[in-house]
């Protein structure tokens, strides 16, 4: 399989564009263009189709083009709504309800267009309540590309310094530029699922938020270790800062309630995007009344602005209440549906594993996966760094691309199961596997 008008089209946009794309995280190898997609598929500009599960980075939790979203936007443009720029809306209020029905552990909520800005503003809102300017994030941990928590991210051994530090914070690594000395000084990365690491930044006593994925999903699907986000709760409490958990990956796509209703345990602030929408521009901040309302504090000091021009337009405001109701309607199980489709996708892929000899761990959340090609389920980014065999990563992703299966080609990056996908999609992916491990393994054709 090759790609040569998405070749040209990358290279015709980067005469126009900086690097081609208006988001250099979609630049991969190998260079598709996609033109159309549908449910469960994808079509590029070759005329090639895939059954997709990059989901466009994990919001499409109800498959693209979803019908019943599509009506309900179609119904907001034809309606004479508008962006009118001044007053409430009727719109954000029953998103709010529906929010908020759906996510019972929050108070209040607002809402915005990208999950960097949620996050940030959650930033913004711990640091007005606490006085105080230090936050704590996970090494491998995605929480947006602001300046706050623009560091970390699959940092190489070389650059965390040659060794595995636990308890106490890494060194820092920006993944930009641009970002002055004094702010990168303020964030202190430590490793996933290591209370003792948090505990030694914290005792500082200037720590303004804790802000990590309850689940890391920027690097596959690392899970918390039993306890682990009850003693975040708790060092929270004990030192005083506010405990973020960014959703915006699991909100939805965990469960209804996000992963906070799966482990019980409830952060001060959370932020949402991705699905809540199903891949429309709309995310949002939730949690207790008392941080949210700093927004109207009677003082100046301490009241934090809620600004956007977009934020609550009406077309991804009605797309997220549609999704919104669908993911809540009990007629159409939409989480049975993603529960069964994601044992069947992981039962059939343990077995080709293991029938083929390749090493693997599948770490699964609800319709989040990721096969890591280690024994170890890794539980922070040294076990990956450490175990998952890069290389070979590398080499599957391509072989399931050339066999029609859209996995992001970069490795570790998670796959998700939509509610358009089928039996039959996933039947198709694992004959795709097979064939993928035998002309990777040399193997023969196993019984």
Not at 252 to 270: E, H, P
Not at 279 to 305: E, I, N, W, Y
Not at 325 to 353: I, S, T
Request: glycine share 8%; proline share 5%.
């Amino acid at each position: 399989m090759n790609w040569p008008r998405s070749e040209e089209l990358l290279a015709a946009n980067a005469q126009l564009v900086p690097g081609g794309l208006a988001s250099l995280n979609r630049k991969a190898d190998p260079v598709i263009a996609f033109v159309r997609a549908k449910g469960s598929r994808l079509w590029d500009i070759d005329g090639h189709e895939y059954i997709d599960y990059h989901a466009g980075f994990a919001p499409y939790i109800l498959g693209h083009g979803d019908e019943d979203q599509n009506a309900a936007v179609i119904a907001a443009l034809q309606s004479d709504l508008s962006n009118y720029g001044s007053g409430p809306t009727l719109e954000e209020g029953e998103l709010a309800r529906l929010f908020l029905k759906a996510v019972p552990h929050a108070e209040k909520v607002q809402f915005f267009n990208t999950g960097s800005e949620a996050t940030s503003q959650a930033i913004r809102v711990a640091r007005a309540w606490t006085g105080r300017s230090h936050i704590i994030k996970m090494q491998g941990g995605y929480n947006g590309h602001h300046n706050a928590v623009a560091t970390n991210l699959m940092s190489t051994r070389e650059q965390l310094g040659g060794v595995a530090i636990h308890g106490d914070a890494y060194p820092g690594v920006p993944f930009t530029a641009g970002i002055p000395p004094v702010e990168q000084a303020l964030t202190h990365s430590v490793p996933f699922n290591d209370l003792a690491a948090v505990e030694q930044v914290a005792k500082r006593g200037e720590i303004a938020a804790l802000i990590t994925e309850p689940v890391l999903q920027n690097i596959g699907v690392v899970k918390p270790k039993p306890g682990y986000l009850q003693g975040l709760r708790d060092l929270a409490d004990r030192y005083g800062f506010v405990l973020i958990f960014d959703e915006v990956k699991t909100g939805f796509r965990s469960s209804l309630g996000g992963y906070q209703a799966v482990a019980g345990v409830t952060a001060d602030l959370s932020t949402y995007g991705k699905a809540v929408a199903n891949g429309f521009p709309l995310a949002a901040m939730a949690g207790k009344s008392a941080l949210l309302d700093l927004a109207t504090s009677p003082d100046p000091a301490k009241r934090v602005l809620i600004a956007g021009t977009y934020n609550c337009h009406p077309v991804p405001v009605a797309a997220a209440i549609a999704c919104l109701k669908k993911l809540m309607d009990p007629a159409q199980r939409v989480y049975d549906k993603l529960e069964r489709l994601a044992q069947r996708l992981e039962a059939g892929q343990r077995d080709l594993f293991n029938r083929y000899g390749v090493p693997a761990v599948i770490s699964r959340v609800g319709s989040a996966s990721c096969v890591y090609f280690s024994t170890v389920e890794p539980a922070d980014w040294w076990d990956i760094l450490d175990h998952h065999d890069a290389a070979f990563d590398t080499r599957y992703r391509r072989a399931l691309i050339e066999r029609g299966i859209y996995h992001f080609p970069v490795i570790v990056k998670q796959g998700s199961i939509s509610f358009a996908h089928s039996e039959a999609d996933i039947d198709q992916t694992l004959e795709a596997t097979e064939s993928a491990l035998r002309a990777l393994t040399g193997h023969p054709k196993t019984t």
